[in-house]
Protein backbone atom coordinates (compact mmCIF):
# COMPACT_ATOMS: atom_id res chain seq x y z
CA UNK A 1 0.00 0.00 0.00
CA UNK A 2 2.64 2.46 1.19
CA UNK A 3 4.62 1.34 -1.85
CA UNK A 4 1.84 2.36 -4.28
CA UNK A 5 1.58 5.40 -2.63
CA UNK A 6 5.17 5.97 -3.13
CA UNK A 7 5.04 4.97 -6.95
CA UNK A 8 1.87 7.42 -7.53
CA UNK A 9 3.67 10.43 -5.74
CA UNK A 10 6.89 9.99 -7.95
CA UNK A 11 4.88 9.57 -10.98
CA UNK A 12 2.18 12.78 -10.05
CA UNK A 13 5.22 15.06 -9.20
CA UNK A 14 6.97 14.39 -12.44
CA UNK A 15 4.17 15.00 -14.41
CA UNK A 16 2.87 17.70 -12.39
CA UNK A 17 6.30 19.56 -12.50
CA UNK A 18 5.89 19.84 -16.48
CA UNK A 19 2.74 17.90 -18.20
CA UNK A 20 3.12 18.70 -21.78
CA UNK A 21 7.05 17.86 -22.05
CA UNK A 22 6.28 15.10 -20.03
CA UNK A 23 3.81 13.54 -22.28
CA UNK A 24 6.27 14.43 -25.47
CA UNK A 25 9.02 13.09 -23.90
CA UNK A 26 7.52 9.71 -23.28
CA UNK A 27 6.23 9.67 -26.69
CA UNK A 28 10.41 10.15 -27.57
CA UNK A 29 11.20 7.60 -24.98
CA UNK A 30 8.65 4.91 -26.07
CA UNK A 31 9.75 5.19 -30.03
CA UNK A 32 13.50 5.21 -29.37
CA UNK A 33 13.72 2.47 -26.71
CA UNK A 34 11.95 0.30 -29.78
CA UNK A 35 13.74 1.99 -32.23
CA UNK A 36 17.56 0.11 -31.94
CA UNK A 37 15.96 -3.66 -31.96
CA UNK A 38 13.96 -3.04 -34.96
CA UNK A 39 17.05 -1.78 -36.67
CA UNK A 40 18.26 -4.86 -36.10
CA UNK A 41 14.99 -6.45 -36.52
CA UNK A 42 15.19 -4.85 -40.08
CA UNK A 43 19.10 -6.06 -40.87
CA UNK A 44 18.42 -9.79 -40.14
CA UNK A 45 15.17 -9.57 -42.58
CA UNK A 46 17.63 -7.62 -44.96
CA UNK A 47 19.73 -10.73 -44.49
CA UNK A 48 17.66 -13.29 -44.96
CA UNK A 49 15.84 -11.80 -47.75
CA UNK A 50 19.54 -11.72 -49.79
CA UNK A 51 19.89 -15.28 -49.07
CA UNK A 52 16.97 -16.29 -49.90
CA UNK A 53 16.62 -13.79 -52.68
CA UNK A 54 12.89 -12.32 -51.93
CA UNK A 55 13.10 -8.46 -52.91
CA UNK A 56 9.75 -7.87 -50.60
CA UNK A 57 11.61 -9.05 -47.14
CA UNK A 58 14.88 -7.28 -48.53
CA UNK A 59 12.45 -4.06 -49.12
CA UNK A 60 10.91 -4.40 -45.61
CA UNK A 61 14.28 -5.13 -43.65
CA UNK A 62 15.26 -1.67 -45.41
CA UNK A 63 11.80 0.19 -44.76
CA UNK A 64 12.78 -0.62 -40.96
CA UNK A 65 16.12 0.13 -41.01
CA UNK A 66 15.41 3.80 -42.44
CA UNK A 67 12.52 4.29 -39.94
CA UNK A 68 14.09 2.87 -37.42
CA UNK A 69 16.85 5.38 -38.09
CA UNK A 70 14.75 7.92 -38.20
CA UNK A 71 13.34 7.87 -35.41
CA UNK A 72 16.65 7.74 -33.35
CA UNK A 73 17.45 10.63 -35.29
CA UNK A 74 14.47 12.69 -34.17
CA UNK A 75 14.55 11.53 -30.76
CA UNK A 76 18.71 12.70 -30.30
CA UNK A 77 17.66 16.03 -31.71
CA UNK A 78 14.19 17.18 -29.88
CA UNK A 79 14.13 14.34 -26.85
CA UNK A 80 17.09 16.05 -25.22
CA UNK A 81 15.86 19.63 -25.00
CA UNK A 82 12.74 18.50 -24.17
CA UNK A 83 14.13 15.71 -21.37
CA UNK A 84 16.73 18.68 -19.72
CA UNK A 85 13.87 21.03 -19.25
CA UNK A 86 11.22 18.66 -17.57
CA UNK A 87 14.46 17.88 -15.30
CA UNK A 88 14.86 21.27 -14.12
CA UNK A 89 10.73 21.76 -13.70
CA UNK A 90 10.87 18.80 -11.95
CA UNK A 91 13.70 20.11 -9.74
CA UNK A 92 12.25 23.32 -8.98
CA UNK A 93 8.75 21.46 -8.17
CA UNK A 94 10.67 19.31 -5.66
CA UNK A 95 12.25 22.09 -3.56
CA UNK A 96 9.18 24.38 -3.58
CA UNK A 97 6.80 21.40 -2.38
CA UNK A 98 9.50 20.41 0.23
CA UNK A 99 9.51 24.05 1.58
CA UNK A 100 6.30 23.73 1.55
CA UNK A 101 5.94 21.06 3.79
CA UNK A 102 8.60 21.95 6.16
CA UNK A 103 7.35 25.51 6.94
CA UNK A 104 3.81 24.40 6.52
CA UNK A 105 4.22 22.63 10.47
CA UNK A 106 3.08 24.96 12.78
CA UNK A 107 5.18 23.71 15.59
CA UNK A 108 8.55 23.32 16.68
CA UNK A 109 8.53 19.93 18.03
CA UNK A 110 10.81 18.56 14.92
CA UNK A 111 13.37 20.44 15.95
CA UNK A 112 13.94 19.31 19.03
CA UNK A 113 13.51 15.90 18.73
CA UNK A 114 17.11 14.23 17.42
CA UNK A 115 14.97 11.71 15.61
CA UNK A 116 12.82 13.86 13.18
CA UNK A 117 15.80 16.47 13.05
CA UNK A 118 18.18 13.95 11.53
CA UNK A 119 15.34 12.72 9.10
CA UNK A 120 14.56 16.09 8.27
CA UNK A 121 17.89 17.33 7.49
CA UNK A 122 17.89 13.29 5.41
CA UNK A 123 15.15 14.46 3.21
CA UNK A 124 16.98 18.37 2.39
CA UNK A 125 19.95 16.75 1.73
CA UNK A 126 18.97 14.23 -0.57
CA UNK A 127 15.99 16.27 -2.14
CA UNK A 128 18.56 16.60 -5.12
CA UNK A 129 17.93 13.14 -5.75
CA UNK A 130 14.18 13.66 -6.13
CA UNK A 131 14.45 16.23 -8.39
CA UNK A 132 15.91 13.52 -11.08
CA UNK A 133 13.02 11.77 -10.29
CA UNK A 134 11.40 12.30 -13.79
CA UNK A 135 14.42 11.30 -15.51
CA UNK A 136 15.02 7.79 -14.09
CA UNK A 137 10.78 7.83 -14.69
CA UNK A 138 11.36 8.48 -18.38
CA UNK A 139 14.33 6.30 -18.01
CA UNK A 140 12.74 3.47 -16.39
CA UNK A 141 9.70 3.65 -18.74
CA UNK A 142 12.22 3.41 -22.15
CA UNK A 143 13.85 0.61 -20.40
CA UNK A 144 10.54 -1.68 -19.98
CA UNK A 145 9.39 -0.79 -23.36
CA UNK A 146 13.01 -1.95 -25.00
CA UNK A 147 13.07 -4.91 -22.77
CA UNK A 148 10.00 -6.18 -23.66
CA UNK A 149 11.06 -5.70 -27.45
CA UNK A 150 14.07 -7.23 -27.17
CA UNK A 151 12.64 -10.21 -25.39
CA UNK A 152 10.08 -10.65 -28.56
CA UNK A 153 12.73 -10.66 -31.41
CA UNK A 154 14.74 -13.09 -29.03
CA UNK A 155 11.65 -15.21 -27.98
CA UNK A 156 10.64 -15.60 -31.69
CA UNK A 157 14.36 -16.93 -32.89
CA UNK A 158 14.26 -19.94 -30.00
CA UNK A 159 12.38 -19.53 -26.70
CA UNK A 160 15.52 -20.83 -25.01
CA UNK A 161 17.31 -17.31 -25.56
CA UNK A 162 14.91 -15.80 -23.11
CA UNK A 163 16.93 -17.20 -20.30
CA UNK A 164 19.97 -15.09 -21.32
CA UNK A 165 18.34 -11.89 -20.61
CA UNK A 166 16.54 -13.73 -17.31
CA UNK A 167 20.30 -14.45 -16.25
CA UNK A 168 21.46 -11.12 -17.18
CA UNK A 169 19.34 -10.33 -13.88
CA UNK A 170 21.85 -11.34 -11.82
CA UNK A 171 23.57 -8.35 -12.82
CA UNK A 172 20.73 -6.15 -11.80
CA UNK A 173 20.43 -8.15 -8.53
CA UNK A 174 24.12 -7.85 -7.06
CA UNK A 175 24.27 -4.05 -8.20
CA UNK A 176 21.47 -3.68 -5.87
CA UNK A 177 22.50 -5.48 -3.05
CA UNK A 178 26.08 -3.39 -3.65
CA UNK A 179 23.84 -0.31 -3.94
CA UNK A 180 22.07 -0.97 -0.75
CA UNK A 181 24.78 -1.93 1.20
CA UNK A 182 26.81 1.07 0.24
CA UNK A 183 23.37 3.39 0.90
CA UNK A 184 23.22 1.37 4.40
CA UNK A 185 26.86 3.03 5.04
CA UNK A 186 26.07 6.16 3.94
CA UNK A 187 23.43 6.37 6.54
CA UNK A 188 24.94 4.60 9.22
CA UNK A 189 27.55 7.63 9.09
CA UNK A 190 24.88 10.52 9.03
CA UNK A 191 26.06 10.83 12.91
CA UNK A 192 29.98 11.77 12.08
CA UNK A 193 29.15 13.33 8.72
CA UNK A 194 26.97 16.15 10.31
CA UNK A 195 29.24 16.48 13.83
CA UNK A 196 32.36 16.83 10.90
CA UNK A 197 30.07 19.18 8.74
CA UNK A 198 29.13 21.09 12.68
CA UNK A 199 32.93 21.29 13.60
CA UNK A 200 34.21 22.50 9.83
CA UNK A 201 31.34 24.97 10.37
CA UNK A 202 32.62 26.09 13.49
CA UNK A 203 36.20 26.13 12.31
CA UNK A 204 35.50 28.38 9.42
CA UNK A 205 32.64 30.47 10.50
CA UNK A 206 33.60 34.34 11.33
CA UNK A 207 31.30 34.32 13.96
CA UNK A 208 32.84 31.59 16.46
CA UNK A 209 36.29 32.69 14.82
CA UNK A 210 36.91 34.86 17.45
CA UNK A 211 36.41 32.00 20.24
CA UNK A 212 38.21 29.45 18.01
CA UNK A 213 41.74 31.34 18.36
CA UNK A 214 41.12 33.19 21.98
CA UNK A 215 40.43 29.31 23.54
CA UNK A 216 43.22 27.56 20.85
CA UNK A 217 40.78 25.12 19.84
CA UNK A 218 42.02 25.20 16.05
CA UNK A 219 44.07 22.17 16.59
CA UNK A 220 41.75 19.91 18.90
CA UNK A 221 38.64 20.45 16.26
CA UNK A 222 40.86 19.55 13.30
CA UNK A 223 42.16 16.39 15.04
CA UNK A 224 38.30 15.68 16.09
CA UNK A 225 37.01 16.74 11.97
CA UNK A 226 40.14 13.92 11.02
CA UNK A 227 39.04 11.14 13.32
CA UNK A 228 35.14 11.58 12.27
CA UNK A 229 36.06 11.15 8.32
CA UNK A 230 38.69 8.73 8.72
CA UNK A 231 35.82 6.14 10.68
CA UNK A 232 33.09 7.46 7.97
CA UNK A 233 36.10 6.68 4.87
CA UNK A 234 36.70 3.29 7.23
CA UNK A 235 32.86 2.11 6.16
CA UNK A 236 32.12 3.77 3.06
CA UNK A 237 35.77 1.79 1.29
CA UNK A 238 34.23 -1.34 3.18
CA UNK A 239 30.93 -1.09 1.37
CA UNK A 240 31.96 -0.08 -1.80
CA UNK A 241 35.07 -3.05 -1.70
CA UNK A 242 32.02 -5.18 -1.43
CA UNK A 243 30.02 -4.36 -4.24
CA UNK A 244 32.87 -4.18 -6.28
CA UNK A 245 33.96 -7.83 -5.96
CA UNK A 246 30.50 -9.03 -6.24
CA UNK A 247 29.76 -7.23 -9.22
CA UNK A 248 32.39 -8.31 -10.55
CA UNK A 249 31.93 -11.97 -9.86
CA UNK A 250 28.73 -12.20 -11.41
CA UNK A 251 29.60 -9.96 -14.58
CA UNK A 252 32.01 -12.36 -15.63
CA UNK A 253 29.66 -15.19 -15.73
CA UNK A 254 27.03 -13.51 -17.49
CA UNK A 255 30.21 -12.76 -19.82
CA UNK A 256 30.68 -16.47 -20.26
CA UNK A 257 26.97 -17.39 -20.76
CA UNK A 258 26.29 -15.06 -23.64
CA UNK A 259 30.12 -16.73 -25.63
CA UNK A 260 28.09 -20.27 -24.83
CA UNK A 261 24.58 -18.75 -26.30
CA UNK A 262 26.10 -17.28 -29.27
CA UNK A 263 28.12 -20.34 -29.79
CA UNK A 264 25.11 -22.54 -29.55
CA UNK A 265 22.88 -20.53 -32.80
CA UNK A 266 25.85 -20.80 -34.37
CA UNK A 267 25.49 -24.91 -34.60
CA UNK A 268 21.96 -24.48 -34.67
CA UNK A 269 21.99 -22.88 -37.85
CA UNK A 270 24.90 -24.42 -39.45
CA UNK A 271 22.68 -27.92 -39.01
CA UNK A 272 19.34 -26.23 -40.71
CA UNK A 273 17.55 -25.65 -37.41
CA UNK A 274 18.17 -21.65 -37.75
CA UNK A 275 18.15 -19.23 -40.72
CA UNK A 276 21.09 -16.78 -41.54
CA UNK A 277 18.98 -13.91 -40.57
CA UNK A 278 18.74 -15.27 -36.58
CA UNK A 279 22.30 -15.80 -36.47
CA UNK A 280 22.24 -12.14 -37.56
CA UNK A 281 19.86 -11.37 -34.82
CA UNK A 282 21.36 -12.79 -32.35
CA UNK A 283 24.54 -11.73 -32.79
CA UNK A 284 22.94 -8.08 -32.89
CA UNK A 285 20.68 -8.20 -30.15
CA UNK A 286 23.50 -9.94 -27.41
CA UNK A 287 25.25 -6.73 -27.16
CA UNK A 288 21.73 -5.50 -26.89
CA UNK A 289 21.02 -7.37 -24.19
CA UNK A 290 24.09 -6.67 -22.29
CA UNK A 291 24.20 -3.11 -22.26
CA UNK A 292 20.34 -3.52 -21.45
CA UNK A 293 21.07 -5.33 -18.13
CA UNK A 294 24.15 -3.14 -17.69
CA UNK A 295 21.94 -0.37 -17.56
CA UNK A 296 19.80 -1.38 -15.37
CA UNK A 297 22.12 -2.67 -13.24
CA UNK A 298 23.61 1.07 -12.98
CA UNK A 299 20.25 2.49 -12.95
CA UNK A 300 19.20 0.50 -10.26
CA UNK A 301 20.98 2.67 -7.74
CA UNK A 302 18.92 5.41 -9.10
CA UNK A 303 16.06 4.02 -8.90
CA UNK A 304 16.25 2.57 -5.95
CA UNK A 305 17.72 6.38 -4.28
CA UNK A 306 14.56 7.77 -6.08
CA UNK A 307 12.23 5.82 -4.25
CA UNK A 308 14.19 6.18 -1.14
CA UNK A 309 13.98 9.64 -1.79
CA UNK A 310 10.19 9.73 -2.73
CA UNK A 311 9.42 7.82 0.47
CA UNK A 312 11.64 10.20 2.62
CA UNK A 313 9.04 12.73 1.23
CA UNK A 314 6.00 10.43 1.48
CA UNK A 315 7.61 10.51 5.55
CA UNK A 316 7.85 13.88 5.74
CA UNK A 317 4.23 14.40 4.31
CA UNK A 318 2.45 12.18 6.81
CA UNK A 319 4.78 13.84 9.29
CA UNK A 320 3.32 17.26 8.74
CA UNK A 321 -0.17 15.85 8.51
CA UNK A 322 0.14 14.36 11.90
CA UNK A 323 1.63 17.39 13.31
CA UNK A 324 -0.53 20.26 11.38
CA UNK A 325 -3.09 20.60 14.58
CA UNK A 326 -5.79 20.02 12.05
CA UNK A 327 -8.20 19.98 15.02
CA UNK A 328 -7.20 23.41 16.14
CA UNK A 329 -10.06 25.28 14.01
CA UNK A 330 -11.56 27.68 16.59
CA UNK A 331 -10.62 31.62 15.13
CA UNK A 332 -8.19 33.36 17.52
CA UNK A 333 -10.72 36.43 18.72
CA UNK A 334 -10.31 39.65 17.31
CA UNK A 335 -9.70 41.30 20.80
CA UNK A 336 -9.26 40.30 24.42
CA UNK A 337 -11.82 41.17 26.76
CA UNK A 338 -10.81 38.87 29.85
CA UNK A 339 -7.30 37.88 29.49
CA UNK A 340 -4.89 34.68 29.35
CA UNK A 341 -5.22 32.44 32.01
CA UNK A 342 -2.50 29.56 32.49
CA UNK A 343 -4.57 26.35 34.59
CA UNK A 344 -2.02 24.46 36.25
CA UNK A 345 0.56 24.23 33.12
CA UNK A 346 3.45 21.58 32.64
CA UNK A 347 6.38 20.97 30.11
CA UNK A 348 8.79 18.69 29.38
CA UNK A 349 10.62 19.53 26.10
CA UNK A 350 10.08 16.61 23.50
CA UNK A 351 12.58 13.91 24.22
CA UNK A 352 13.45 15.54 27.21
CA UNK A 353 13.08 13.74 30.76
CA UNK A 354 12.68 16.26 33.36
CA UNK A 355 9.57 18.88 33.43
CA UNK A 356 10.94 22.85 32.69
CA UNK A 357 7.44 24.25 33.63
CA UNK A 358 5.31 22.56 36.20
CA UNK A 359 2.36 23.75 38.10
CA UNK A 360 2.29 27.50 36.53
CA UNK A 361 -0.88 29.05 37.69
CA UNK A 362 -1.28 33.16 36.18
CA UNK A 363 -3.70 34.95 35.75
CA UNK A 364 -3.22 37.81 33.14
CA UNK A 365 -5.57 40.75 32.60
CA UNK A 366 -6.54 41.42 29.11
CA UNK A 367 -4.85 45.13 28.49
CA UNK A 368 -2.22 44.68 30.92
CA UNK A 369 1.92 44.14 30.59
CA UNK A 370 3.50 41.33 32.74
CA UNK A 371 7.13 41.20 33.48
CA UNK A 372 8.54 37.41 33.90
CA UNK A 373 11.89 37.91 36.06
CA UNK A 374 14.17 34.57 37.25
CA UNK A 375 17.52 33.22 37.27
CA UNK A 376 19.18 31.89 34.18
CA UNK A 377 16.91 28.47 33.14
CA UNK A 378 14.29 29.22 35.02
CA UNK A 379 11.82 28.77 32.47
CA UNK A 380 10.75 32.25 31.32
CA UNK A 381 11.65 31.72 27.68
CA UNK A 382 10.02 28.24 27.46
CA UNK A 383 7.13 30.01 28.57
CA UNK A 384 6.97 32.69 26.32
CA UNK A 385 7.34 29.98 23.76
CA UNK A 386 3.92 28.18 24.49
CA UNK A 387 2.00 31.82 24.66
CA UNK A 388 3.24 31.58 21.20
CA UNK A 389 2.30 28.00 20.84
CA UNK A 390 5.29 26.79 19.11
CA UNK A 391 4.70 23.94 21.56
CA UNK A 392 1.70 22.80 23.47
CA UNK A 393 1.36 22.36 27.29
CA UNK A 394 2.49 18.84 28.07
CA UNK A 395 -0.04 18.90 31.13
CA UNK A 396 -2.49 22.04 32.08
CA UNK A 397 -3.99 24.05 29.84
CA UNK A 398 -3.51 28.08 28.67
CA UNK A 399 -6.74 29.74 28.20
CA UNK A 400 -7.50 32.86 25.98
CA UNK A 401 -10.31 34.39 26.79
CA UNK A 402 -11.39 30.82 28.38
CA UNK A 403 -11.02 29.22 25.24
CA UNK A 404 -8.12 26.32 25.32
CA UNK A 405 -4.96 27.92 22.95
CA UNK A 406 -4.75 24.31 21.98
CA UNK A 407 -7.90 24.52 19.86
CA UNK A 408 -7.12 27.94 18.42
CA UNK A 409 -5.86 27.73 14.48
CA UNK A 410 -2.13 28.49 14.99
CA UNK A 411 -2.25 30.94 12.28
CA UNK A 412 -5.03 33.10 13.33
CA UNK A 413 -3.52 33.26 17.07
CA UNK A 414 0.11 34.06 15.41
CA UNK A 415 -1.46 36.99 12.99
CA UNK A 416 -2.36 38.83 16.04
CA UNK A 417 1.15 38.56 18.28
CA UNK A 418 3.97 40.57 17.57
CA UNK A 419 7.45 39.49 19.31
CA UNK A 420 11.17 40.53 19.67
CA UNK A 421 13.80 37.77 20.95
CA UNK A 422 17.19 38.35 22.01
CA UNK A 423 18.50 35.57 19.53
CA UNK A 424 17.09 37.54 16.77
CA UNK A 425 17.26 36.73 13.37
CA UNK A 426 19.94 38.79 11.25
CA UNK A 427 17.80 38.77 8.46
CA UNK A 428 19.89 39.97 5.27
CA UNK A 429 17.66 41.85 3.33
CA UNK A 430 16.81 45.40 2.21
CA UNK A 431 16.71 47.29 5.64
CA UNK A 432 12.99 48.51 4.80
CA UNK A 433 11.80 45.16 4.82
CA UNK A 434 14.07 43.60 7.45
CA UNK A 435 11.77 46.22 9.51
CA UNK A 436 8.32 45.41 7.09
CA UNK A 437 8.19 41.70 7.67
CA UNK A 438 7.45 42.01 11.13
CA UNK A 439 3.80 42.62 9.19
CA UNK A 440 4.24 41.13 5.83
CA UNK A 441 0.89 42.58 4.45
CA UNK A 442 2.45 46.00 5.13
CA UNK A 443 5.21 45.35 3.86
CA UNK A 444 5.34 48.02 1.08
CA UNK A 445 3.97 50.52 3.67
CA UNK A 446 7.12 53.10 4.03
CA UNK A 447 4.89 55.50 6.03
CA UNK A 448 3.85 51.96 8.61
CA UNK A 449 8.15 50.94 8.30
CA UNK A 450 9.32 54.16 9.30
CA UNK A 451 6.91 54.33 12.14
CA UNK A 452 7.76 50.80 13.56
CA UNK A 453 11.58 52.34 12.87
CA UNK A 454 10.90 55.14 15.17
CA UNK A 455 9.18 52.65 17.71
CA UNK A 456 11.60 50.40 17.86
CA UNK A 457 14.63 53.24 18.26
CA UNK A 458 16.38 52.74 15.38
CA UNK A 459 15.96 56.03 13.76
CA UNK A 460 19.71 56.69 14.36
CA UNK A 461 20.78 52.92 12.68
CA UNK A 462 18.80 54.00 9.65
CA UNK A 463 20.49 57.40 9.69
CA UNK A 464 23.81 56.15 9.42
CA UNK A 465 23.05 53.97 6.49
CA UNK A 466 24.48 55.20 3.00
CA UNK A 467 21.31 54.17 1.59
CA UNK A 468 18.79 54.96 4.23
CA UNK A 469 15.90 52.17 4.31
CA UNK A 470 16.49 50.97 0.96
CA UNK A 471 20.29 49.92 1.85
CA UNK A 472 21.28 46.13 1.45
CA UNK A 473 22.32 44.44 5.17
CA UNK A 474 24.39 41.78 5.74
CA UNK A 475 28.27 41.19 3.98
CA UNK A 476 27.10 38.79 2.16
CA UNK A 477 26.47 40.74 -0.49
CA UNK A 478 28.81 43.23 -2.00
CA UNK A 479 27.33 46.34 -1.40
CA UNK A 480 25.35 45.19 2.12
CA UNK A 481 26.24 46.85 4.67
CA UNK A 482 27.16 44.94 8.20
CA UNK A 483 25.91 46.37 11.36
CA UNK A 484 26.79 46.24 15.13
CA UNK A 485 24.88 43.77 17.55
CA UNK A 486 23.01 46.40 19.01
CA UNK A 487 22.13 47.62 15.72
CA UNK A 488 20.74 44.57 14.21
CA UNK A 489 19.33 44.27 17.08
CA UNK A 490 16.91 48.23 16.92
CA UNK A 491 16.11 46.51 13.87
CA UNK A 492 14.49 43.57 15.12
CA UNK A 493 12.58 45.46 17.91
CA UNK A 494 11.16 47.79 14.58
CA UNK A 495 9.83 44.78 12.87
CA UNK A 496 8.19 43.49 16.57
CA UNK A 497 6.69 46.83 16.30
CA UNK A 498 5.42 46.90 12.86
CA UNK A 499 1.64 45.18 13.79
CA UNK A 500 0.59 48.00 15.71
CA UNK A 501 -2.18 46.88 17.79
CA UNK A 502 -0.87 43.11 18.45
CA UNK A 503 -2.72 41.05 20.75
CA UNK A 504 -0.03 39.34 22.41
CA UNK A 505 3.31 41.01 22.39
CA UNK A 506 6.27 38.88 23.48
CA UNK A 507 9.53 40.91 24.33
CA UNK A 508 11.88 38.49 25.20
CA UNK A 509 15.16 40.33 26.24
CA UNK A 510 14.82 41.97 22.80
CA UNK A 511 17.04 44.90 24.13
CA UNK A 512 19.82 42.71 25.96
CA UNK A 513 22.37 44.08 23.40
CA UNK A 514 21.60 47.89 24.25
CA UNK A 515 22.43 49.54 27.32
CA UNK A 516 20.32 49.79 30.12
CA UNK A 517 19.55 53.84 29.56
CA UNK A 518 18.66 53.01 25.85
CA UNK A 519 16.94 50.17 26.67
CA UNK A 520 14.74 52.06 29.68
CA UNK A 521 13.92 55.00 27.19
CA UNK A 522 12.95 52.81 24.80
CA UNK A 523 10.34 50.83 27.40
CA UNK A 524 9.03 54.08 28.68
CA UNK A 525 8.07 55.47 25.52
CA UNK A 526 6.85 51.64 24.46
CA UNK A 527 4.89 52.00 27.85
CA UNK A 528 2.67 54.70 26.94
CA UNK A 529 2.05 53.42 23.19
CA UNK A 530 1.04 50.00 24.25
CA UNK A 531 -1.14 51.49 26.91
CA UNK A 532 -3.47 53.12 24.41
CA UNK A 533 -3.63 50.03 22.21
CA UNK A 534 -4.24 47.93 24.78
CA UNK A 535 -7.61 49.77 25.89
CA UNK A 536 -8.36 48.91 22.11
CA UNK A 537 -7.92 45.83 21.57
CA UNK A 538 -7.48 44.44 25.32
CA UNK A 539 -3.78 43.46 23.88
CA UNK A 540 -0.80 41.89 26.46
CA UNK A 541 2.47 42.35 26.23
CA UNK A 542 4.61 40.01 27.90
CA UNK A 543 8.06 41.03 28.78
CA UNK A 544 11.34 38.83 30.04
CA UNK A 545 14.04 41.13 30.94
CA UNK A 546 17.10 40.74 34.08
CA UNK A 547 16.72 44.85 34.03
CA UNK A 548 14.81 45.70 36.99
CA UNK A 549 14.27 49.61 35.94
CA UNK A 550 12.54 48.06 32.88
CA UNK A 551 10.59 45.41 34.80
CA UNK A 552 9.63 47.75 37.51
CA UNK A 553 6.90 49.53 34.49
CA UNK A 554 5.12 46.24 34.38
CA UNK A 555 1.53 45.70 35.80
CA UNK A 556 2.55 42.42 36.72
CA UNK A 557 5.97 40.89 37.59
CA UNK A 558 6.29 37.34 37.76
CA UNK A 559 8.68 36.02 39.48
CA UNK A 560 10.34 32.55 38.36
CA UNK A 561 12.38 30.19 39.86
CA UNK A 562 13.08 26.54 38.81
CA UNK A 563 10.56 26.49 36.14
CA UNK A 564 7.73 27.65 39.23
CA UNK A 565 6.23 30.65 39.70
CA UNK A 566 7.39 31.88 42.97
CA UNK A 567 6.04 34.98 43.37
CA UNK A 568 3.28 38.04 41.60
CA UNK A 569 2.15 40.93 42.31
CA UNK A 570 2.97 44.64 41.11
CA UNK A 571 6.92 45.93 42.13
CA UNK A 572 5.59 48.00 45.07
CA UNK A 573 3.68 45.04 46.24
CA UNK A 574 6.98 42.71 45.57
CA UNK A 575 9.15 45.13 47.32
CA UNK A 576 6.67 45.38 50.32
CA UNK A 577 6.77 41.70 50.01
CA UNK A 578 10.89 41.09 50.81
CA UNK A 579 11.02 38.04 48.94
CA UNK A 580 13.49 36.88 46.23
CA UNK A 581 12.35 39.75 44.05
CA UNK A 582 12.76 42.52 46.57
CA UNK A 583 16.52 40.52 47.68
CA UNK A 584 17.59 40.61 43.48
CA UNK A 585 16.05 44.42 42.86
CA UNK A 586 18.24 45.44 45.86
CA UNK A 587 21.41 43.73 44.39
CA UNK A 588 20.97 45.22 41.22
CA UNK A 589 19.94 48.60 42.35
CA UNK A 590 23.55 48.18 44.73
CA UNK A 591 25.34 47.36 41.82
CA UNK A 592 24.32 50.62 39.59
CA UNK A 593 24.92 53.51 42.77
N1 LIG B 1 14.99 23.37 23.24
C1 LIG B 1 15.19 22.87 24.46
N2 LIG B 1 15.25 21.54 24.67
C2 LIG B 1 15.44 21.04 25.89
N3 LIG B 1 15.59 21.80 26.99
C3 LIG B 1 15.54 23.13 26.84
C4 LIG B 1 15.34 23.74 25.58
N4 LIG B 1 15.35 25.08 25.73
C5 LIG B 1 15.53 25.29 27.04
N5 LIG B 1 15.64 24.13 27.70
C6 LIG B 1 15.82 23.97 29.14
O1 LIG B 1 14.71 24.56 29.78
C7 LIG B 1 15.10 25.24 30.94
C8 LIG B 1 14.50 26.63 30.92
O2 LIG B 1 15.03 27.34 29.83
P1 LIG B 1 14.51 28.76 29.41
O3 LIG B 1 15.21 29.15 28.17
O4 LIG B 1 13.04 28.74 29.40
O5 LIG B 1 15.03 29.63 30.63
P2 LIG B 1 15.06 31.21 30.82
O6 LIG B 1 14.46 31.47 32.15
O7 LIG B 1 14.48 31.90 29.65
O8 LIG B 1 16.64 31.44 30.88
P3 LIG B 1 17.52 32.72 30.43
O9 LIG B 1 17.34 33.78 31.44
O10 LIG B 1 18.89 32.15 30.47
O11 LIG B 1 17.09 33.10 29.05
C9 LIG B 1 16.62 25.23 30.99
O12 LIG B 1 17.01 24.30 31.98
C10 LIG B 1 17.03 24.74 29.66
O13 LIG B 1 18.14 23.88 29.75
Known amino acids: MRSLRIGALWVSTSFRAAPLLMVIATVLVALRAVAAPAQTFGISLLVEGLTADRSATITAGIAIIVGGLAVSFLGDVVAWPVQVTAEERMAGRVHADLLDVTTGIPGLTQ ?13 RERAWKMGVGSEVLLWLFGTVTN ?8 GSVHPVLL ?15 GNMREQQAHEDTMPQERLADRLIEIAKDPRTGLEVRVFGLRRVLLERIT ?28 GLLYAAAVVWIVIRARNGQQTAGDVVLVLLLAPQVDQMTGGIAQNVYWIGEVVRSFSRYDWLREYAKANSWRRSRTPAPRRLTTGIELRDVGFAYPGAESAVLSGVNLTVPAGSAVALVGENGAGKTTLVKLLARMYDPTSGQILVDGVDLSTIEPGSWRAGMAAG ?11 REVVGIGDVGRMG ?75 HRLYEQYATAARDAAAETGGIT ?25 EV ?14 ELFELQARAYR
Request: aromatic residues 8%; glycine residues 8%.
Open 147 to 154: TVTVLSLL
Open 227 to 254: ALQAERFRLLVAAARWSGKVDGGVRLLF
Open 421 to 431: FQDFVKFELIA
Open 163 to 177: LLPLLGMSRVWSAYQ
Open 111 to 123: HERADVSDRLEFV
Open 445 to 519: DVTAVQAAVRRGGAESVVAGLPRGLDTQLGKKFTDGVELSGGQWQRFALARAFMREKPMLLLLDEPTAALDPEAE
Open 569 to 582: GSHEELLAAGGRYA
Open 542 to 566: VLVSHRFSTVRMADLIVVMHHGRIE
